[in-house]
């Protein structure tokens, strides 16, 4: 992501986020497998998608560590 | 390929192998670009670990690769009735979705990936989707998910459009077999939609990333080859194609056909167990294997024949009735009754490459017996099908036959006419029996008590 140092950086690097993936649209041809396009926009997807399971992964594992902690001491 | 092979002409796309059906048995025949990846697969346990999760259909190994012919034949275990995505409710769709989802993690588990992923690779069977294509995986190099866009297509659009416009809208795959364009869905559906952030990403922005020259095509092939598609990422995009396809709940349409037997006074109690005592004592007699009841409703007599029978094709033009059977199917774990949504005025086709791809509903056989009850007056009175034509399509389609014959008199009928001429001047029971007579041997017929109506039971001539 391409950081742009201004008095406003933070907002603008979050409004960059959210309309960058309207800047990257485009038409369509009938020659080229549409399938490319989708392969594109995975790569994008795979860094918040990824992180996004990464974070859930790691939530789960503390959550059923302290869920494990509460039964032994109910013992 | 062998002189005696049939191959199925659905059977074209893939390399990997074909169908082809020989001495009425499904087998797939294994090319040998295909056998390295199938062997692998098959030692690597995911075969197993599927099957075993009832999520693979069965197959059995039928011959060995030796000789002069490199290939192998597996026979899968042949399915009772084929159905196809555009005759299933919002919830059927919705199952094989996250079916389609769930192989592809497991897959990825172990090394491999799902390169199809299109609903006419699931097929229902004992009551729970199962992929039918055992030749739809490969090696999971680290590359993005091959059939990311067709999943998207084939699934995703079709249930946000049966969600937020109409739940008829899965008939849109009967034009796109290939799943309804990303850009098309993304234009149809209405700006609410956009508010779920997993249909965002995966319908409306993916449907603005469309190739347009060799830049992006090119741009796509070096990320490709030089990046690596991580684990994490591969499975949070399942994760979150299941957000997006849980998030969907079934259609809430106003039907008056859904609380059709509970709401509405057709019936006396008497007349009810009449009939229904009249079909159980058929079914005894009979024992069916398969049966199509045309015009289910909500499956009360679907229900009755489960019992009594290998499969019901239970066929409804009414959504509402059709999901709400399947749910009932589901929460009742009653596994042989296949719930379809068809209008019988106009049946599924045949379509595809030659009108071979996908069968029509002709053509995916007949059965042991059909009911049609209190059918016969909306065939013949609100869609002016002749009742010699009804007579002429039931035999064709069946060995047997239970029918109602709703007369002219009956509230039900009366209820049709005020808002209609009344042309049928030869709708009565004398010009059914000798129209049904043509093609049936009447076996049986009962007046039903505190009605005009009569059932009938017939044997195809």
Redesign the interface.
């Known amino acids: 992501m391409i950081i742009i140092k201004t008095k406003f950086g933070d907002r603008r690097r979050l409004m960059l986020l959210a309309v960058g993936?309207?800047l990257?649209?485009?038409?369509?041809?009938a020659y080229?497998?549409?399938?490319?396009?989708?392969?594109?926009?995975?790569?994008i997807?795979?860094?918040?998608?990824?992180?996004?399971?990464?974070v859930?992964l790691y939530w789960t594992r503390i959550k059923d560590a302290f869920r494990k902690k509460s039964d032994k001491s109910e013992k | 390929m062998n002189k005696t092979e049939a191959k199925i002409s659905g059977s074209y796309k893939d390399p990997s192998g074909y169908v082809f059906i020989e001495d009425g048995q499904v087998f797939r025949r294994i090319n040998e670009c295909y056998l390295d990846t199938y062997f692998l697969v098959k030692d690597s346990g995911l075969f197993k670990d599927l099957i075993g999760k009832r999520l693979l259909i069965e197959h059995e190994e039928v011959s060995e690769n030796k000789g002069d012919d490199p290939n192998i034949i597996i026979k899968p275990r042949m399915i009772d009735f084929i159905s196809y995505p555009y005759e299933w409710s919002f919830s059927q769709l919705k199952d094989a979705a996250l079916a389609t989802l769930k192989i592809q993690r497991i897959a990825i588990s172990y090394g491999f990936t799902l390169k199809d992923a299109h609903g006419f690779n699931i097929q229902f069977d004992d009551g729970v989707p199962v992929l039918i294509d055992t030749l739809s995986f490969d090696r999971w190099e680290h590359t993005p998910w091959v059939a990311y866009r067709q999943f998207c297509e084939s699934f995703l659009v079709p249930l946000a459009l049966m969600r937020y416009r109409s739940p008829y809208l899965n008939n849109l795959l009967t034009r796109f077999l290939n799943g309804v364009p990303l850009e098309m869905g993304s234009g149809m559906l209405p700006l609410r939609a956009r508010l779920s952030i997993p249909l965002l990403m995966h319908v409306h922005l993916h449907a603005g990333r469309k190739a347009t020259d060799g830049k992006d095509a090119y741009a796509s092939m070096k990320l490709n080859t030089g990046r690596k598609f991580s684990e994490e990422a591969m499975l949070g995009l399942c994760m979150s194609l299941e957000k997006a396809i849980q998030n969907l709940r079934p259609p809430k349409v106003d039907s008056i056909w859904d609380d059709y037997y509970q709401s509405s006074c057709i019936y006396s109690n008497a007349a009810f167990e009449q009939k229904r005592q009249f079909i159980d004592s058929i079914l005894q007699g009979l024992l069916p294997s398969i049966i199509w009841d045309l015009g289910c409703n909500t499956g009360e007599f679907s229900l009755i024949a489960a019992g009594n029978c290998d499969l019901v094709v239970a066929i409804d033009s009414d959504h509402a009735c059709v999901e709400r059977l399947y749910q009932q199917c589901k929460r009742d774990k009653i596994t042989n009754i296949l719930p379809l949504q068809m209008d019988l005025v106009n049946p599924s086709p045949a379509l595809g490459w030659n009108l071979q791809e996908r069968l029509s509903l002709l053509e995916r056989g007949e059965c042991d017996l059909a009911l049609a009850l209190a059918l016969i007056h909306h065939l013949c009175i609100s869609a002016n099908i002749p009742m010699e034509y009804v007579a002429r399509f039931l035999g064709r389609v069946s060995r047997h036959l239970i029918i109602e014959f709703v007369p002219k008199e009956d509230p039900q009928v009366q209820l049709l006419l005020t808002s209609r001429e009344d042309i049928f001047t030869d709708y009565n029971r004398e010009a059914f029996e000798s129209a049904f007579s043509k093609y049936f041997r009447i076996l049986q017929a009962e007046q039903l008590a505190d009605s005009s109506r009569t059932i009938y039971y017939m044997g195809r001539l």
């Not at chain 1, 990257?24 to 041809?29: F, N, P």
């Not at chain 1, 080229?32 to 790569?43: L, M, R, Y």
């Not at chain 1, 997807?45 to 990464?54: I, N, P, Q, R």
């Open positions: 993936p309207f990257l649209m485009s038409q369509a041809s080229i497998d549409p399938g490319t396009a989708s392969v594109v926009w995975q790569f997807l795979a860094v918040l998608l990824g992180a996004a399971f990464t859930r």
